[in-house]
Protein backbone atom coordinates (compact mmCIF):
# COMPACT_ATOMS: atom_id res chain seq x y z
CA UNK A 1 0.00 0.00 0.00
CA UNK A 2 3.03 2.16 0.77
CA UNK A 3 4.33 1.78 -3.04
CA UNK A 4 0.73 2.65 -3.56
CA UNK A 5 0.57 5.95 -1.56
CA UNK A 6 3.94 7.04 -3.24
CA UNK A 7 2.79 6.13 -6.93
CA UNK A 8 -0.08 8.88 -6.54
CA UNK A 9 1.96 10.87 -4.12
CA UNK A 10 4.34 11.48 -6.54
CA UNK A 11 2.27 11.04 -9.73
CA UNK A 12 4.12 8.50 -11.97
CA UNK A 13 3.63 9.43 -14.81
CA UNK A 14 4.88 5.83 -16.08
CA UNK A 15 1.16 4.82 -14.71
CA UNK A 16 -0.81 8.55 -15.92
CA UNK A 17 -0.83 11.48 -17.40
CA UNK A 18 -0.55 14.77 -15.13
CA UNK A 19 -4.51 15.26 -16.66
CA UNK A 20 -5.61 11.63 -14.92
CA UNK A 21 -4.25 12.30 -11.80
CA UNK A 22 -5.97 15.82 -11.70
CA UNK A 23 -8.94 13.95 -12.44
CA UNK A 24 -8.73 11.81 -9.72
CA UNK A 25 -8.02 14.28 -7.11
CA UNK A 26 -10.34 16.67 -8.13
CA UNK A 27 -13.79 17.08 -5.95
CA UNK A 28 -16.36 15.46 -8.28
CA UNK A 29 -19.62 14.54 -5.98
CA UNK A 30 -19.92 16.25 -2.09
CA UNK A 31 -21.29 13.42 -0.02
CA UNK A 32 -23.74 13.66 3.01
CA UNK A 33 -20.88 13.64 5.29
CA UNK A 34 -19.30 16.97 6.27
CA UNK A 35 -16.05 18.48 4.79
CA UNK A 36 -15.94 15.08 2.66
CA UNK A 37 -16.43 14.40 -0.91
CA UNK A 38 -15.37 11.95 -3.75
CA UNK A 39 -12.85 12.28 -6.42
CA UNK A 40 -12.60 9.44 -8.50
CA UNK A 41 -11.68 6.45 -6.35
CA UNK A 42 -10.47 8.55 -3.84
CA UNK A 43 -12.67 10.28 -0.64
CA UNK A 44 -11.47 13.87 -0.11
CA UNK A 45 -11.34 15.71 2.86
CA UNK A 46 -11.34 18.99 4.00
CA UNK A 47 -8.71 19.28 6.96
CA UNK A 48 -8.67 23.63 7.22
CA UNK A 49 -7.80 24.89 4.21
CA UNK A 50 -6.33 21.68 2.49
CA UNK A 51 -7.74 18.81 1.06
CA UNK A 52 -6.50 15.10 2.00
CA UNK A 53 -6.90 12.08 -0.46
CA UNK A 54 -8.04 8.77 1.47
CA UNK A 55 -9.70 5.42 0.44
CA UNK A 56 -10.84 2.83 3.26
CA UNK A 57 -12.20 -0.39 2.88
CA UNK A 58 -12.50 -4.28 4.33
CA UNK A 59 -13.36 -7.45 4.11
CA UNK A 60 -14.53 -9.61 6.60
CA UNK A 61 -12.23 -9.57 9.60
CA UNK A 62 -9.88 -6.75 8.41
CA UNK A 63 -10.50 -2.96 7.61
CA UNK A 64 -7.71 -0.36 5.54
CA UNK A 65 -7.42 3.40 5.54
CA UNK A 66 -4.48 4.67 3.49
CA UNK A 67 -4.49 8.58 3.61
CA UNK A 68 -2.17 10.86 1.60
CA UNK A 69 -1.02 14.31 2.48
CA UNK A 70 0.29 15.58 -0.88
CA UNK A 71 1.31 19.23 0.50
CA UNK A 72 3.68 16.88 2.72
CA UNK A 73 4.30 14.36 0.45
CA UNK A 74 3.45 11.91 3.46
CA UNK A 75 1.14 8.96 3.85
CA UNK A 76 -0.08 7.10 6.53
CA UNK A 77 -1.80 3.53 6.13
CA UNK A 78 -3.46 1.76 8.47
CA UNK A 79 -4.32 -1.77 8.52
CA UNK A 80 -6.23 -4.11 11.11
CA UNK A 81 -7.26 -7.95 11.72
CA UNK A 82 -10.36 -6.50 13.45
CA UNK A 83 -13.89 -4.77 12.13
CA UNK A 84 -14.30 -2.12 14.79
CA UNK A 85 -11.01 -0.76 14.24
CA UNK A 86 -11.30 3.25 15.23
CA UNK A 87 -9.15 4.06 11.39
CA UNK A 88 -9.94 7.50 11.63
CA UNK A 89 -8.80 7.94 15.04
CA UNK A 90 -5.37 6.12 15.31
CA UNK A 91 -4.55 8.20 12.12
CA UNK A 92 -5.44 11.24 14.09
CA UNK A 93 -3.30 10.09 16.56
CA UNK A 94 -0.27 8.90 14.24
CA UNK A 95 -0.85 12.98 12.95
CA UNK A 96 -0.77 14.18 16.49
CA UNK A 97 2.67 12.24 17.32
CA UNK A 98 3.89 13.56 13.69
CA UNK A 99 3.46 17.05 14.90
CA UNK A 100 5.30 16.96 17.92
CA UNK A 101 1.94 16.73 20.54
CA UNK A 102 0.41 14.01 22.69
CA UNK A 103 -2.25 12.40 21.19
CA UNK A 104 -5.66 11.69 23.03
CA UNK A 105 -5.88 7.63 21.97
CA UNK A 106 -9.60 6.52 21.16
CA UNK A 107 -10.88 4.66 23.74
CA UNK A 108 -11.67 1.09 22.89
CA UNK A 109 -15.57 -0.03 22.83
CA UNK A 110 -16.92 -0.98 26.38
CA UNK A 111 -17.57 -4.44 25.43
CA UNK A 112 -13.90 -5.02 24.47
CA UNK A 113 -12.04 -3.06 27.43
CA UNK A 114 -14.18 -5.74 29.70
CA UNK A 115 -14.44 -8.71 27.35
CA UNK A 116 -12.56 -11.13 29.87
CA UNK A 117 -15.13 -10.44 32.78
CA UNK A 118 -17.74 -10.77 29.64
CA UNK A 119 -16.29 -14.00 29.11
CA UNK A 120 -16.12 -15.43 32.16
CA UNK A 121 -19.90 -14.55 32.80
CA UNK A 122 -20.58 -16.12 29.86
CA UNK A 123 -18.76 -18.82 31.11
CA UNK A 124 -20.13 -19.29 34.34
CA UNK A 125 -23.65 -19.01 33.01
CA UNK A 126 -22.87 -22.46 30.54
CA UNK A 127 -21.58 -23.87 33.64
CA UNK A 128 -24.84 -23.29 35.68
CA UNK A 129 -27.02 -23.86 32.95
CA UNK A 130 -25.29 -27.54 32.34
CA UNK A 131 -24.89 -27.94 35.60
CA UNK A 132 -29.39 -27.62 36.01
CA UNK A 133 -29.63 -29.81 32.85
CA UNK A 134 -27.65 -32.58 34.81
CA UNK A 135 -29.49 -31.88 38.28
CA UNK A 136 -32.65 -32.19 36.29
CA UNK A 137 -31.50 -35.65 34.45
CA UNK A 138 -30.29 -37.14 37.54
CA UNK A 139 -33.27 -36.53 39.50
CA UNK A 140 -36.29 -37.74 36.79
CA UNK A 141 -34.00 -40.74 36.52
CA UNK A 142 -33.47 -41.62 40.43
CA UNK A 143 -36.55 -44.59 41.51
CA UNK A 144 -39.57 -42.71 43.19
CA UNK A 145 -40.02 -44.27 46.68
CA UNK A 146 -42.93 -43.85 48.06
Do not use: C
Amino acid sequence: MMRWAVVNLDRNPALLSAASYENLFRRHIDTSSPGVAMGLGWQLEQRDKRWLLRHAGGDRGFRALLTLYPDQHRAIVILSNGESTPRLQIRDAIETILAGRTPILPEPPLWLRYRFLLLLLALAFVALVFGGIVLVKRGSTKPHRG
